[in-house]
């Protein structure tokens, strides 16, 4: 079964910048669709964003374009999300999941229910 951990998170002003990691198990990179979501409290999960495992083309959901990069290392077997000009509202869980049937497109926003493995999350809390 594929294994997705995440890391990274952390207390950051308005601003700032942090760089959250998904180390996922080996050979994994090359046949899943990698993707990040997030759940602040009383919300439903979002979806932020994909790499996909073919062509290596990434999805934003419009809240982050231009702020955030997702990115892969196939070699270290780790997906980046590089979070930067944060904001309050980027405040919540942040979740990598991943799936081997699936290709993201850029036609409306990631579902969550596509994704069949998840990691268990790490906090991102933006705040002066």
């Known amino acids: 079964q594929v294994q997705l951990v995440e890391s990274g998170g952390g207390l950051v002003q308005p601003g700032g910048s942090l760089r959250l990691s998904c180390a996922v198990s080996?050979?994994?990179?090359?046949?899943?669709?990698i993707g990040w979501f997030r759940q602040a409290p009383g919300k439903e999960r979002e979806g932020v964003s994909c790499?996909?495992?073919?062509?290596?083309?990434?999805v934003y959901a419009e809240s982050v374009k231009g702020r955030f990069t997702i990115s892969r290392d196939n070699a270290k077997n780790t997906v980046y999300l590089q979070m930067n000009s944060l904001k309050s509202d980027d405040t919540a869980v942040y979740y990598c999941?991943?799936?081997?049937?699936?290709?993201?497109?850029?036609?409306?926003?990631?579902?969550?229910?596509?994704?069949?493995?998840w990691g268990q999350g790490t906090q991102v809390t933006v705040s002066s």
């Open positions: 999941a991943g799936d081997p049937d699936l290709y993201c497109a850029d036609d409306g926003p990631l579902i969550a229910s596509d994704f069949g493995s």
């Open positions: 080996r050979f994994t990179l090359d046949y899943h669709a």
């Open positions: 790499i996909n495992r073919s062509d290596g083309s990434t």
